[in-house]
């Protein structure tokens, strides 16, 4: 698929599953993406091989987020354009079967939805981030010494250079 060309719902042979028990999440990403970053996260991202654990497309203004290898929907954000320029995220959805994401967390589940837009979908570095999801993994599993490439793998995958 060109890159310029927009991942769509149908572009994954495995098929989607949408969220089966949303629910909303109260906290959000602060951030607000450029103009050219809301083009780029529009155009979404699949996943290249088996170390990549997201798959992203939009549809209208919300981002579906979900797990490359099941297909299970996880995030579901919608986003507006600012006033000044840009735009946010205003609401999002995220996965409350444990048996699909084990997030139970708001402020795990509000740091993991902007690394996966900044990172994979974005390919920025997004140490701040990473860091964030290093410091709530371990806060959150008692696993203090747990290397954080091992959490940051586990939880985000890589991202293909194609």
Same mark, same amino acid.
């Not at 959000?28 to 979404?44: H, K, N, T, V, Y």
């Not at 981030?129 to 010494?145: C, Y």
């Given at each position: 698929? &060109?890159? %310029? #060309?927009?991942? @769509?719902?149908?572009?994954?042979? *495995? =098929?989607?599953? &949408?969220?089966?028990?949303?629910?909303?999440? &109260?906290?959000? &990403?602060?951030?607000?993406?450029?103009? #050219?970053?809301?083009?780029?996260?529009?155009? =979404?991202?699949?996943?290249?091989?088996? %170390?990549?654990?997201?798959?992203?497309?939009?549809?209208? #203004?919300?981002?579906?987020?979900?797990?490359?290898? @099941? *297909?299970? *929907?996880?995030?579901?954000? @919608?986003? $507006?354009?600012?006033?000044?320029? *840009?735009?946010?995220?205003?609401? $999002?959805?995220? #996965?409350?079967?444990?048996?699909?994401?084990? =997030?139970?967390? %708001?402020?795990?589940?509000?740091?993991?939805?902007?690394?996966?837009?900044s990172a994979i979908v974005l390919g920025e570095p997004a140490a701040d981030l990473r860091s964030k999801l290093v410091e709530l993994t371990r806060r959150g599993s008692g696993a203090t010494d747990a290397p954080a490439g091992l959490i940051q793998h586990s939880a985000l995958g890589l991202r293909s250079n194609?």
């Amino acid at each position: 698929m &060109p890159a %310029d #060309e927009p991942v @769509t719902r149908s572009a994954f042979s *495995g =098929g989607v599953q &949408p969220i089966s028990v949303p629910r909303p999440m &109260p906290q959000l &990403p602060q951030r607000i993406w450029s103009d #050219e970053d809301w083009r780029r996260i529009r155009l =979404g991202y699949a996943s290249q091989d088996m %170390d990549e654990k997201w798959d992203v497309f939009a549809e209208g #203004e919300v981002v579906f987020l979900h797990r490359s290898w @099941t *297909g299970n *929907g996880v995030f579901a954000a @919608t986003f $507006a354009p600012v006033a000044d320029g *840009g735009w946010r995220i205003v609401s $999002a959805m995220v #996965e409350r079967d444990a048996e699909r994401y084990r =997030g139970t967390d %708001d402020a795990y589940d509000c740091v993991m939805l902007e690394l996966v837009i900044s990172a994979i979908v974005l390919g920025e570095p997004a140490a701040d981030l990473r860091s964030k999801l290093v410091e709530l993994t371990r806060r959150g599993s008692g696993a203090t010494d747990a290397p954080a490439g091992l959490i940051q793998h586990s939880a985000l995958g890589l991202r293909s250079n194609s």
